[in-house]
C-alpha cells in the first residue's frame, strides 16, 4: 500500500458511492487506475466490502447506552462474546482495561426495551453487574471499519 492507495480508501471512507473519476481527480489518477487499485484493495482483503449506513432512529433504535459490564471470576473473551452475542441490542463491545471486564454499546427503541435487554445480560451466568449511562446527545461519529 502506498499514500495513493490511503488517499483513495480515505475518500471511499467518505463516500463509498463515490465514482472512479471523482476519486482519480482528488489523487491525481486516472479512473481506470483507481478502478484497477480499488479492485486489488478488495482481492487483497484491505477493503472488506462496502455499504451504506443507515441512521439508527429509522430503524426504530434510537435509545442508546453505553455499558461497562463486570464479571465474576475471570470469563474469557470467547465466553463475553457468546454471552452478548445472543442479545440483539448489543451493536458493539469488547474487552477493556480498568475495573470493568467489556464495555458494550446498545441500542434499542426505547428505555423499556433497553430495560429489558440489560436485564439479559445481567442475567447471563459470570455477570456479576452491570453500570451503565444513556446517550443525550451524539457529539462525534466517526466509522473506521
Not at 429509522?58 to 474469557?76: I, K, M, N, P, Q
Not at 429489558?116 to 451503565?132: I, Q, S, W, Y
Amino acid at each position: 500500500m502506498d499514500n495513493l492507495d490511503y488517499g483513495i480508501i480515505d475518500l471511499l471512507r467518505q463516500n463509498a458511492r463515490a465514482g472512479y473519476g471523482d476519486i482519480g481527480a482528488s489523487v491525481g489518477l486516472s479512473a481506470s487506475a483507481v478502478k484497477r487499485r480499488v479492485d486489488r484493495l478488495v482481492a487483497d482483503g484491505v477493503i472488506k466490502g462496502f455499504t451504506v449506513q443507515v441512521d439508527p432512529a429509522v430503524d426504530g433504535l434510537g435509545t442508546e447506552a453505553y455499558v461497562e459490564l463486570f464479571c465474576r471470576g475471570t470469563v474469557s473473551p470467547q465466553e463475553l462474546q457468546r454471552i452478548l452475542g445472543t442479545v440483539p441490542e448489543v451493536v458493539d463491545a469488547g474487552t477493556v482495561t480498568g475495573s470493568a471486564d467489556a464495555i458494550v454499546h446498545m441500542r434499542s427503541r426505547d428505555i423499556p426495551s433497553l430495560e429489558e435487554a440489560l436485564e439479559r445480560v445481567r442475567n447471563a451466568p459470570n455477570v456479576d453487574h452491570t453500570r451503565g449511562a444513556i446517550v443525550l446527545s451524539k457529539l462525534i461519529s466517526r466509522r473506521s471499519a
